[in-house]
């Protein structure tokens, strides 16, 4: 049981496609995030929502668009990616940013293709 | 730069005995959090301990405890009587200003 859910778990796509992911917490916390997850590499902090306003966009391409409606759920869109976007997408919450720690989902899967 | 260096990128131990894991990181901040975070083959990252650097008491969690060094910027990671549960990806992580870093990861892996 994960107080973090994020759906798909696994997705293919095809460069000129669009979709989006999907988190959603159950935790009451104010702060959501977006983290990439590629093989051997640090995760890579993409977006910062707090109090459902965005905080934080680390020069992420803009083939990727987040969206906050409220403070249990958070999206990513997705459009027109390219190969070296495939990777693992990491949702995870606060109670508040920047202070303690981060709850994570188990992630969406991406493959562009 | 606020950076984690993690400089095992894997590691084995036999079931049952130590292992102890490393990470250094930089900053300039004098007040921060650090974690280590596990994620198992299942994906979901779960906190396996966490440290103010303002305490200089290590933590300590049942089988885990850190080595904290704060002059030195080390947060090692030491596991116990190791079991095979204990097979996962481990993630060294702190919180400068306000996002949290994470190192590349160790893969540790626990044979019987």
């Known amino acids: 049981e994960t107080g973090v859910t994020q759906t798909p778990r696994h997705l293919v796509m095809g460069m000129t496609n669009k979709k989006s992911l999907k988190c959603e917490q159950h935790l009451g916390h104010n702060a959501m995030y977006w983290y990439k997850q590629s093989a051997k590499k640090p995760l890579e902090l993409m977006f910062v929502y707090s109090l459902e306003e965005r905080v934080e966009n680390n020069s992420v391409p803009s083939r990727f668009s987040p969206e906050c409606p409220n403070s249990s759920h958070l999206f990513l869109h997705l459009h027109t990616l390219q190969p070296e976007d495939s990777a693992l997408y990491l949702c995870a919450s606060s109670q508040d940013y920047g202070l303690g720690e981060l709850f994570f989902g188990e992630g969406s899967r991406l493959t562009v293709l | ?112």
């Open chain 2, 1 to 112: 730069a606020q950076t984690v260096t993690q400089s095992q990128p894997e590691m084995s131990v036999q079931e049952a005995e130590t292992v102890t894991l490393s990470c250094t990181y930089d900053t300039s901040e004098n007040n921060y959090y650090l974690f280590w975070y596990k994620q198992p083959p299942s994906r979901q990252m779960i906190l396996v301990i966490r440290q103010e650097a303002y305490k200089q008491q290590n933590a300590t969690e049942n089988r885990f405890s850190v080595n904290f060094q704060k002059a030195a910027k080390s947060f090692s990671l030491k596991i116990s009587d190791s079991q095979l549960g204990d097979t996962a990806m481990y993630f060294c992580a702190f919180i400068p200003n306000n996002d949290m870093r994470f190192g590349a990861g160790t893969r540790l892996t626990v044979k019987p």
